[in-house]
């Protein structure tokens, strides 16, 4: 199952104990059945692994205190796992690994190996998830294979599991719970959890490994086959609740029925029974409340996923809409942009052709030379040509006049133009 289906049945049933998922999908997936997945989700802390390391040699391995802490860390994972089995889903992978410690917050993580039990998801979460991930839940069944990698963590499996059972039910999780309590007392004592150093957490074979469960957990001196010596009766006493809740019916221990019984001999109903031995009066009440309140909280949440889904979509549809108008507007401006630096290009060639007519021009110096050359050839100074007609009638020049001096000239005449000025015609 992609592991953000199940956070997503487990929020929708208001689980306790899970971390707060901000987002998760599938990148991709190949026909075979692989896939890549992403989950984004709070920080959940040190897992058990880590969290009691090397408390006995700086001496906080303290009974009373560490008691008290192990005895709230049994009784929040242990509501998370009923809680999560009347929501549909068993975890299946039960490990110091998977069990982690924030401050005051337990959670269970890592979900990847759960599977959903179909008589105890509603209609209205199948649905949901059909829709969303594109599962029917229905084709998930609860079958184990033998040695099958895919189940577990080996040193905390339970016996049935460990001896090929072909299906689990809650007491498996819980059972593995047991084993990670075990874990914690010989970390705090040992510095460090070391499963070849007890012969109860010592993987030979699966069959061997049930067997010496189930021969283990029927000694007094349980302890002791998982590496927890010397433990406080303080410590002790979270064990050996777990102990007798799933391994005594009577007062006989059952554990060796369970490695021969396909079908488990505890009625998962048992649970509620030494339910209140484990967490007390007032946890125990907390779990009744959840129970009664099941239904109408799922129906609230999923009525509270739909609204946040119409609510993502619009913002996406939103989000599609401004892309394109920022798209439209991009263009435009790009198209403005290029009128007008054709406008600049257009005035920059009109001014260098400007520039070059200029350049072209003949300047003043240019025409007042060539002048003086046509005056020289003529015999003519620039300023009586330029003041020829001024001079015409300062001296009394007669029209015989003018005409003797143009036929001595030998260079072409100028364009001549007339005017009147009384009765004397002038010529240029």
């Known amino acids: 199952l992609p592991e953000g289906a199940v956070y997503d049945v487990l929020r929708l049933n208001g689980v306790e104990g899970i971390p707060e998922v901000y987002s998760s999908g599938i990148i991709c997936a190949d026909f075979l059945g692989n896939r890549l997945e992403y989950i984004i989700m709070e920080h959940c802390g040190d897992s058990l692994t880590t969290y009691f390391e090397g408390k006995h040699e700086k001496d906080t391995w303290l009974p009373k205190e560490n008691s008290k802490k192990l005895a709230k860390i049994v009784q929040d994972v242990s509501v998370c796992l009923v809680q999560a089995n009347s929501a549909g ?25 759960a599977r959903f039990i179909d008589r105890n998801i509603t209609d209205d979460v199948r649905s949901h998830i059909n829709d969303t991930w594109g599962i029917d839940v229905n084709s998930h069944a609860l079958t184990e294979k033998e040695q099958d990698p895919m189940t577990g963590t080996t040193c905390f499996m339970s016996i049935r ?40 957490f010592e993987h030979a074979s699966n069959k061997k490994s049930a067997l010496a469960k189930a021969s283990g957990v029927g000694l007094n001196s349980y302890a002791s086959v ?88 619009r913002a996406e549809e939103e989000a599609a809409a401004a892309n394109v108008n920022t798209a439209e507007l991009t263009a435009t401006q790009a198209a403005c942009e290029e009128r007008d630096g054709g406008i600049i290009r257009l005035s920059k060639a009109i001014s260098a052709q400007a520039s070059e007519r200029r350049s072209n021009f003949p300047t003043t110096s240019y025409i007042t030379g060539r002048m003086e050359s046509l005056q020289a ?33 030998p260079t072409k005449r100028p364009n001549t133009r007339s005017r009147s000025r009384g009765n004397t015609n002038a010529r240029k």
């Open 89 to 113: 889903v068993l975890h299946r992978d039960v490990s110091m690994g998977n069990i982690t410690v924030r401050g005051d917050k337990v959670f269970v993580i890592d979900w990847g190996y």
């Open 161 to 200: 599991v460990l001896a090929a059972a072909a299906t689990r039910s809650l007491w498996d999780d819980i059972e593995s719970l047991f084993y990670v309590v075990l874990g914690c007392l010989f970390t705090g004592f040992k510095g460090k959890f070391n499963p070849s150093e007890a012969p109860g």
């Open 226 to 313: 998982f590496g927890a010596e010397n433990v406080s009766e303080e410590l002790l006493d979270v064990a050996d609740k777990l102990r007798t809740i799933l391994f005594y019916r009577d007062g006989k221990c059952i554990a060796n029925d369970l490695l021969d019984n396909d079908d488990d001999p505890r009625d998962v109903n048992d649970w509620l029974e030494y339910y209140k031995v484990l967490l007390g009066d007032e946890k125990n009440r907390h779990v009744l409340d959840w129970g009664e309140t099941h239904y109408d909280r799922v129906k609230m949440n999923l009525e509270k996923a739909k609204l946040e889904a119409e609510a993502e979509a």
């Open 377 to 409: 050839d003529s015999g003519q100074s620039c300023t009586s040509v330029t003041s020829s007609k001024r001079s015409f009638d300062d001296l009394g020049l007669t029209d015989g006049d003018i005409a003797a001096a143009e036929a001595q000239t």
